[in-house]
């Protein structure tokens, strides 16, 4: 009887051994969940939830890794309410109908709700979205959602307006360094600092992530114990590049990159840049946004900066990347170093609103073409001045329509050839109060 209990005894620890090390070292309670100290205070609204098993509908927004599963797992073991789960990437509509029914009929009969939590909700387009709204509504389901996306983004309005958003942040290397040492411990390997640090560098935050590549080279590990950094990283075949380019980080990269050329900071723009184009950005999209830069935050403060960005789009175009890389870096330091100015932005917003207001305003007769002799024959283009053929080559005469009253749109800077714009101006300014 002794053996066959320690028979089961090793069978049982065996199995465990089966399980990932990333399950098994997932934590039980909020007391060993890490890098979310904010969220899980004792006086936080979530800490309270999950000891007064008491719930509202929220939502778990975070990187990969951070810790939405394990809280959702923490509240199951913790509450004494029904729990449901299944994952937006393994159900379809159909399930989440049957499991809104069931719940439906579960509060109806017993008037207890039921905790659903759903993995990866963004998953879930906007029309599967609205099976959950009337059920949220009727407190026959409380709504537990997780989402590595921006539920502003990726959750309908009217759901997102019934959920309270509790947000983590990606894991700091110091936090999953202590997570490695107990897979380290865990896997009865000898503790290397060295690629503990080395591997909590290149996780990106993420805990599990850093858990299953740690499982992966073991078998390296109990060979030799101080292995080199570079073979493990072959051994990996390790992309240490962490951004998706279809949501939000891209847009979160181009904006650092505009700001940081908009703050004239040439190194910090540089290095976003290369973020962006090491990890795999689209460099048409990158040189799309610096053409745009250079009339938006320089404008006439350098004319030469749109032209520094067409020509990194040609070099682009012609010779492909990586090559052009530098070509892009190049506009991104031009970009950064030039006079900045936002008159040209500014003054085209004025006068695209003055434009759409005042669309039925007809083009002054005095400035119309005439090609044919009818039109000449209805004043088209008569007193019209030809400005060559005046002293100094100006003639003022109104452009504008003629009900619209003459608008300064543009304010040259004090930066730049923009200086040199304005004397200009003053200048016309002059001849023009000289003829009036």
């Known amino acids: ?13 065996v199995q465990d051994k089966k399980v990932p090390l990333a399950e098994r070292l997932r934590p039980k309670n909020l007391e060993e969940l890490r890098g979310q100290e904010n969220l899980i205070s004792p006086q936080s609204l979530l800490s309270r939830m999950i000891s007064e098993d008491n719930y509202h509908s929220f939502i778990l927004w975070g990187p990969p890794g951070s810790g939405k ?35 439906e009929y579960n509060h109806r009969t017993s008037g207890q709700p039921s905790l659903l939590f759903i993995d990866e909700i963004h998953r879930f387009n906007k029309s599967q979205q609205d099976a959950f709204l009337p059920f949220v509504e009727s407190g026959a389901v409380i709504l537990i959602g997780a989402t590595t996306e921006n539920p502003s983004f990726e959750v309908i309005p009217a759901l997102l307006s019934r959920c309270h958003v509790f947000v983590l942040e990606a894991l700091p290397e110091e936090e999953i360094a202590q997570i490695l040492v107990r897979g380290f411990e865990e896997l009865e390997l000898v503790q290397n600092e060295e690629v503990i640090g080395w591997m909590a560098q290149n996780s990106g935050g ?51 990159l505009h700001k940081s050329m908009r703050g004239s900071d040439p190194q910090a723009a540089l290095y976003w840049l290369a973020r962006m184009l090491e990890a795999g950005e689209d460099p048409r999209y990158i040189v799309r946004r610096m053409i745009r830069f250079a009339s938006e935050d320089i404008g006439l403060a350098d004319p030469e900066a749109i032209t520094q960005a067409l020509a990194a789009k040609d070099a682009l175009l012609f010779i492909g990347m990586p090559e052009a890389a530098t070509a892009l870096a190049q506009a991104a330091v031009y970009l950064s170093t030039a006079p900045k100015s936002n008159s040209l932005y500014k003054a085209y917003g004025e006068a695209a609103k003055d434009a759409r207001k005042t669309s039925h305003h007809g083009v002054p007769l005095h400035i119309r073409n005439a090609p044919t002799s009818l039109m000449k024959d209805l004043d088209y283009g008569k007193n019209y001045v030809y400005d060559h053929d005046a002293e100094h080559n ?16 543009y304010q040259p800077g004090e930066y730049g050839f923009e200086k040199e714009i304005a004397k200009r101006l003053a200048w016309w300014e002059k001849l023009r109060k000289k003829e009036d």
């Open 206 to 256: 993420d805990a599990r992530r850093a858990l299953n590549e740690l499982e992966l080279i073991s078998p390296f590990l109990k060979e030799n114990p101080e292995p080199d950094i570079q073979d493990l990283a072959n051994a990996l075949a390790k992309k240490t590049m962490f951004y998706d380019k279809n949501r939000e980080e891209h847009f979160n990269l181009i904006s650092a």
């Open 69 to 103: 599963t394990t809280i959702a797992r923490i509240i199951q073991s913790h509450s004494e309410q029904r729990f449901i789960q299944f994952s937006a990437v393994l159900s379809g509509i159909a399930d989440v109908k049957n499991v809104m029914k069931d719940a």
């Open 1 to 13: 009887m002794e053996n066959n209990q320690s028979d089961i005894f090793e069978l049982s620890e």
């Open 394 to 409: 100006y003639h003022y005469q109104r452009y504008f329509p003629d009900k619209l009253p003459e608008k300064d749109y």
